[in-house]
């Protein structure tokens, strides 16, 4: 399973079944074509893979699919994140292969439809670094309508899915998956639940059980169909889309000498072994893979973070490659507000802050990178790039600034 360090053991049952699900919109000769999974996350280059065999089977241009993971950690391993275990390729076919189905699915069932936009009050959210810390206190809602009533039902909150802890083996969607659940049998409709800035938002009930996931399912569901009444029409006059790569700058290495750290390492591997706490050794484990890793550090100074925009309408969906600081989407949405933040898009480098709280410190910047793949994270010099970045594709798109 994926999503913990600590976790002891392997999945031993399916409390929720995890989907991919897939809305594709058309409007004259232009198409697009929007997935959200029930994973942590997936890799740039599975996501390529899938869009890649899409654009084989449907002839949609590449930068028209946008592929977001719901983020639960509930859920298989599905990138190799350190000291979680080895991803199985079979499993990421079989993921591939479920993409690809779904959006040729949903291509060739094309219905005419009205969409209605709304923001729903959403009160789940905790910041989870500090107690009066920002977060995001709405849902956005669009609902697609034919004449026989609704046909997918999008919903966008930025929450890390961490109802159930580490101590959980069932597989599950966690709350938001309990919360699509819970749509699709009120409406019968396709829920699509798109993640946002999530980075350092947990919600108020976590390392609990399946009591407490279906609960604050029910609740973001009934804030989803509530929404319906106050809802706008969206005219949709085309479609557009753009995707833009940077080198974001990665933070320098440690000023310990290499050798000293994978020392540390095997020092700190060495005194949990012992403990009866199987989940600090494995935690202890990952920390000393990540030294090991270090220690023969060759990487290079940056990493590379897509940033997609797909407009229906006045409205845009921006997709980032990674964990993103809750303000992120603050900001954006302050000065447009039908802009849609979908994090864990299109892959996942991990974690993205704002820069003023590097000087903060806690396990979004010192240790959570070491979960992911590389050794470092990114840098505070990169918030400047991806929003002056994300100036650039919104223009493209027609829509203002973000600052």
């Not at 019968?188 to 009591?211: E, H, K, V, W």
Request: charged share 20%; net charge neutral; with cysteine.
């Amino acid at each position: 399973m994926g999503g913990y360090w600590e976790r002891c053991g392997t999945a031993t049952q399916i409390d929720m079944p995890l989907y991919a699900r897939a809305v594709v919109f058309v409007r004259g000769a232009q198409r697009c074509a929007l997935v959200s999974l029930d994973l942590v996350a997936l890799s740039a280059t599975v996501v390529d893979d899938i869009r890649r065999q899409i654009v084989d089977r449907t002839g949609m241009d590449e930068a028209a699919v946008m592929v977001c993971a719901s983020h639960t950690h509930s859920g298989p391993l599905t990138l190799d994140y350190r000291g979680m275990g080895a991803v199985d390729p079979i499993y990421i076919e079989r993921i591939v292969r479920a993409v690809v189905q779904a959006v040729e699915k949903a291509a060739s069932a094309l219905e005419s439809v009205h969409l209605h936009y709304a923001r729903a009050g959403v009160d789940l959210g905790v910041n989870r670094r500090t107690e009066d810390g920002p977060v995001v206190p709405h849902a956005h809602v669009v609902w697609c309508e034919s004449a026989r009533g609704p046909l997918a039902i999008l919903l966008q909150y930025a929450c890390h899915p961490v109802v159930l802890g580490a101590s959980n083996l069932c597989i599950s969607g966690d709350f938001v998956g309990a919360a699509a659940r819970h749509i699709e049998a009120a409406t019968g409709a396709t829920a699509l639940y798109f993640n946002g800035a999530c980075g350092d938002i947990n919600p108020r009930l976590t390392q609990l059980d399946a009591g407490a996931v279906s609960l604050l399912g029910k609740e973001l569901a009934t804030a989803t169909l509530g929404a319906r009444a106050g809802a706008q029409q969206i005219e949709v006059r085309g479609l557009r889309w753009l995707q833009r790569r940077i080198d974001l700058p990665l933070r320098a290495p440690s000023g310990v000498r290499r050798q000293r750290l994978l020392q540390y390492g095997k020092w700190l591997w060495r005194s949990t072994i012992k403990r009866a706490d199987e989940g600090a050794r494995r935690a202890a484990r990952a920390r000393w893979e990540w030294a090991r890793d270090v220690a023969s550090d060759g990487a290079p100074a940056t990493r590379s973070f897509a940033l997609h925009g797909m407009a229906i309408g006045s409205l845009v969906f921006l997709g980032f490659e990674g964990e993103m600081f809750v303000r992120y989407q603050l900001d954006i949405e302050a000065h447009n507000p039908r802009v849609v933040c979908c994090g864990l898009a299109n892959g996942c480098i991990g974690y993205v802050p704002t820069a003023d709280e590097y000087a903060r410190g806690g396990y979004e910047i010192e240790e959570g990178y070491k979960v992911y793949p590389g050794t470092r994270g990114v840098g505070a010099e990169s918030e400047a790039m991806i929003r002056a970045a994300t100036d650039e594709v919104l223009a493209a798109l027609g829509v203002g600034k973000t600052v």
